[in-house]
């Protein structure tokens, strides 16, 4: 499972590098730009949410030994 969610992170991180060369930063609300900014915000949701379960695992795991 560690392994997975590492992948899924980098792909995250990859979708955000990606929709960061989309964005127009004179207009950021207009067109391409408003659907990578959503795309950005996916992303970096994404990682928190993975982070959290990846932490709640790690609480999982040290109560399980207690």
């Known amino acids: 499972m560690k392994i997975f969610t590492i992948i ?4 995250a991180i990859a979708l955000i590098s990606f929709n960061v060369t989309m964005l127009d930063f004179k207009k950021p609300f207009e067109g391409n730009s408003m659907v990578a900014l959503i795309g950005i915000v996916a992303s ?4 928190f ?16 030994n207690q």
Request: no cysteine.
């Open 8 to 11: 899924l992170i980098i792909l």
């Open 44 to 47: 970096l949701s994404a990682i």
């Open 49 to 64: 949410i993975l982070l959290i379960f990846r932490m709640s695992k790690k609480i999982e795991e040290k109560l399980k």
